[in-house]
């Protein structure tokens, strides 16, 4: 293929797009999908078709438009009218209503705070193209990176222009993408990999399947061009099999790929290959751990080894490999198109860009958004998220998952960065973010993420197997009332432990959130332990209510 | 062995076996080493005991049980010795204050995973990790014993595995995949309620697979693979086949 008619298959794309007076676009990713937007779809596209409207209505599925907590949403293009909460009896309503004023009582404003405080680069194509369609992707400006990168720049150019943009690994530790990429591609070796890393199991976040659902095509062409620039030819997506539309999706993109030519054999004319395969992990959350993972696609058991060798030197079946995060690809594209400069503009002196976050908890506003890096957390929490349910009070909010902490008030006019997270004892991780307010009890979210962490605990090594385990008992009798004045001393200890000695990411950082909780919540703790109170009300202790 | 090109002359030498050298220092004495040498290789040779559970001479590494754990001067983090290579001029303390104390509660946290009754053991005297203890100066236990309940798997003929003893070490794992080559013993399950198991979780006696050589009982470090018939303190076990096949071994590599 060449580049004329790439642009030719996007401007046939769009023609036909502007051809229709109104575009009906339905939400068709995992959240709305849940409360029934397929039907919606279905029922939109009939009233279309009785009204013999087809002609200048189109109605399509798109991938996540956001705002999770309001779904199913819909949204008319050209218009810009969103709707949300829309159901089936709705259809024709809405149809009555096109070209005229939205119907007032699904009316979702696309200008409150939620959509005008964000900046979507990852998420640009999230909500306008359909996830099936390889030609609506074309049409925003897809494959032109890869082309760009494979006829007019070397692979040495295209690491330039991603270090030159800044980028940092969005999987949770921040490490720089151009940095990784060097290292695998001064690796000497006839065969290399490029793995894209969608395993995301931090309770609460969904931003890998999001982006896998929605925009597939970006992740594709994201890890070709990586794959051009390190020298290899394979690259694997190691997916989670709880995200069944998220494969299917990309599945159906490959497919479609390969059979434009923009993956497979001799990708625009050139001498570059390079193939994609799909792997199912099983839901162990330790195979997001890059070794573990190696282990889990050469069909081991799922545990990680000691680094050095890194994967970078040593992957999959012994060759260099890339790992990558989903969100890391989805950010290739846009800078190889644009330029490295043009993204070093977005963000903080250190990290650049955006960062897309699954806003959960308790928030008026959950689902999908997308800020610059260096946004305030209070602006998150209050402007895009819309503030605390039911008015009550802000506690604090989590921020990596099971391996990050707890951050409390007195930080929410923090910068949203790397360096200023790791500074709190929180880690930016994969962008998962919990709000929690006043009946949120910190002795019981540690408790939470602690035995997720002892469940997810591969066994290997001693102070994560068993460290867990007894970090979680002693958590568990202070939620009971049953909490002793030492046991304070003893989580510290025991958090220490496993902290300094265990082998992998997981255990290094599984008591960082009882540590964080220590440190601004202690009164909590407290309470518990001197007092036998929950100040949240949400840990019930049967002696109290013997003694009443 | 890559050189950088200005020594390539040098490398070509075909009277020279090319091995890079390099030496660094362990508790401040400047040793040597081959660099595919292991810190806790050359430790050993150099008369330095570190601690050990999981790794056994003969088989390979796995750096999971974290008691051989060393300080590297410059680094916050804690390398596992049995794993890490030197480089030139490293500084390594072996038996510093912080390393101890982390040792001796990992060693602790090991006693109340599972059922540690030394005095109705089989390998009462003969045990590695009771060999550890005094090593490492363990008195008592300050955590709570967690006393699960395991089970006991007599159905082989002349071996059993009690599960209250197993400190998941996975050496008998690894001599019946490495040396054996049968690969009876696997792992199921996840964290704390990982097991040693024989074929599919199938009873041992009914194993397909095994070839009843003994290797993983003699080379379990506690009594949770002993020999049937022997009574308290009775199970000794003979490793000596190790260290011969390992020479056997290197003979063949050079």
């Known amino acids: ?548 | 062995m890559r050189y950088p090109s200005f020594l390539q002359r040098t490398a070509d030498r075909a009277d020279v076996q090319p091995v890079r050298v390099l030496t660094f220092s362990i508790n401040g004495v400047t040793v040597s080493a081959r660099e595919d040498e292991t810190i806790l290789t050359v430790a050993r040779q150099n008369g330095i005991s570190i601690p050990t559970l999981c790794h056994l001479d003969g088989l390979s590494e796995r750096g999971a049980c974290r008691l051989c754990i060393v300080e590297i001067k410059g680094s916050p983090k804690l390398s596992p010795a049995c794993v890490t290579l030197p480089r030139q001029d490293m500084e390594i303390i072996t038996h510093s204050d912080r390393v101890m104390d982390y040792r001796r509660k990992i060693l602790e946290l090991l006693f109340t995973e599972r059922n540690h009754v030394c005095s109705v053991c089989v390998s009462n005297g003969h045990c590695d990790l009771q060999a550890l203890t005094v090593e490492l100066g363990m008195t008592h236990v300050h955590y709570d014993y967690l006393h699960p309940q395991q089970m006991v798997d007599a159905s082989h003929e002349r071996f059993s595995v009690d599960h209250n003893r197993c400190v998941l070490c996975q050496r008998c794992v690894r001599v019946c995949d490495e040396i054996e080559g049968a690969h009876t013993w696997d792992v199921m399950g996840r964290g704390h309620l990982a097991k040693v198991i024989t074929d599919l979780n199938e009873p041992w006696g009914e194993s397909t697979t095994c070839t009843g050589c003994g290797k993983c009982v003699q080379v379990c470090p506690t009594g949770a693979l002993s020999e049937k018939g022997k009574s308290v303190a009775e199970m000794t076990k003979k490793r000596l086949f190790l260290p011969y096949l390992k020479l056997m071994r290197g003979e063949e590599e050079r």
């Not at chain 1, 502007?18 to 009906?24: E, N």
Request: negative net charge.
């Open chain 1, 1 to 548: 293929m060449t580049i004329e008619e790439l642009q030719e298959i996007g401007k046939i794309e769009k023609e036909k797009q502007d051809g229709f007076k109104h575009r009906i676009h339905v939400c068709v990713a995992a959240g709305c999908l849940s409360c029934q937007s397929g039907q919606v779809k279905e029922a939109l596209e009939k009233e279309v078709s009785r009204r013999g409207q087809e002609s200048w209505t189109s109605v399509k599925g798109v991938g996540c438009l956001g705002l999770c907590t309001a779904g199913p949403m819909v949204a008319i293009e050209p218009d810009g009218i969103l709707y949300q909460g829309v159901s089936v009896s709705d259809a024709s309503d809405i149809l009555e209503a096109l070209g005229g004023p939205a119907v007032s009582r699904l009316d979702c404003s696309a200008h409150m705070p939620f959509f005008t405080k964000q900046k979507k680069i990852v998420l640009e194509n999230c909500g306008k193209i359909d996830p099936e369609s390889i030609e609506d992707y074309i049409a925003e400006g897809g494959y032109e990176g890869l082309y760009n990168a494979l006829r007019i720049m070397t692979p040495t150019g295209v690491i330039e222009q991603i270090s030159k943009g800044g980028l940092r690994g969005r999987g949770g530790a921040g490490f720089p993408t151009g940095l990784k990429w060097t290292a695998v591609s001064k690796t000497k070796s006839n065969i290399k990999f490029v793995v894209c890393n969608a395993d995301e199991g931090d309770p609460g976040a969904f931003m890998d399947r999001s982006v896998l659902e929605s925009d597939p095509h970006r992740v594709l062409e994201g890890m070709a061009i990586a794959g051009f620039a390190v020298g290899a030819n394979y690259g694997f997506i190691y997916v989670r099999a709880e995200y069944p539309l998220a494969v299917k999706r990309v599945r159906t993109a490959i497919a479609r790929a390969e059979r434009l030519g923009v993956l497979g054999r001799n990708i625009f004319n050139t001498t570059f290959n390079f193939d994609i395969t799909v792997r199912l992990g099983a839901g162990a959350f330790v195979c997001g751990e890059e070794t573990a993972l190696i282990a889990s696609i050469e069909g081991r058991r799922g545990s990680p080894r000691p680094r050095p060798p890194f994967p970078s030197e040593l992957g999959l079946w012994g060759y260099p490999t890339l790992i990558n995060n989903v969100e890391t690809f989805a950010n290739v594209p846009p800078i190889i198109r644009k330029g490295g400069d043009w993204f070093a503009a977005t963000g903080t002196d250190k990290s650049k860009g955006t960062k897309v976050f699954a806003l959960a908890g308790r928030v008026n506003n959950t689902g999908l958004i997308e800020a610059p890096m260096g946004t305030k957390l209070r602006e998150i929490v209050f402007d895009i998220g819309g503030g605390i349910l039911e008015g009550r009070k802000f506690k604090a909010v989590q921020t990596g998952g099971p391996s990050g902490g707890c951050i409390p008030e007195q930080f929410l006019d923090m910068s949203m960065d790397y360096e200023s997270l790791a500074k709190v004892g929180s880690i930016m991780g994969s962008g998962g973010l919990i709000v929690m307010d006043e009946t949120s009890c910190m002795v019981d979210v540690a408790k939470f993420f602690i035995e997720f962490c002892m469940s997810e605990s591969c066994g290997k090594c001693v102070p994560c197997r068993v460290g867990t385990v007894q970090i979680y008992n002693v958590l568990k009798r202070i939620t009971e009332g049953k909490g002793k004045p030492t046991d304070i001393g003893l989580l510290e200890e025991l958090c220490d432990l496993v902290k300094n000695t265990s082998l992998c990411g997981l255990g290094q950082t599984a008591p960082n959130p009882v540590l964080s909780t220590l440190n601004y919540f202690m009164d909590e703790y407290r309470a518990h332990i001197d007092d036998k109170v929950c100040p949240a009300g949400t840990c019930h202790f049967n002696h109290t209510e013997e003694s009443q």
